[in-house]
């Protein structure tokens, strides 16, 4: 019985050294998606898990990226105005899209 015990527990803790690094990236990347500048409203964007696509209805060249829940870091595109511009998706592995932020400054120059 004590040693099931003590497997049982070694394997817990197992686990949670695994885990916990985990969780503490995933709500760092949130911390520093909350610190970049969203884009604007008129930037929609339209992610699967293949895609994730990133259209430019404003007036204005924005260069942008797009933030993923676990931290991918993808390079910034510039999108002209009626641009259409193609992000990687967020996958089959349970990552998500947060969002679209700009990128210094976010105009295209």
Known sequence: MKRFVRS?????AVVVATVA???AA????????AEQVPAPDCLHVN???RYTFVGNDCAATYTVK???RNGDDVP???APP???ITFPGYGTSGNEVLGVVLCDGGDGA
């Not at 049982?8 to 817990?12: F, G, I, L, S, Y």
């Not at 995933?26 to 998606?33: D, K, L, P």
Request: proline share 4%; with cysteine.
């Open 8 to 12: 049982t527990v070694m394997a817990c």
């Open 21 to 23: 690094p985990g969780a």
């Open 66 to 68: 797009v933030v993923y």
């Open 26 to 33: 995933h709500a760092e990347t949130r911390e520093a998606a």
């Open 76 to 78: 910034c595109r510039v």
């Open 47 to 49: 992610a699967s898990w």
């Open 82 to 84: 009626g641009a259409l």
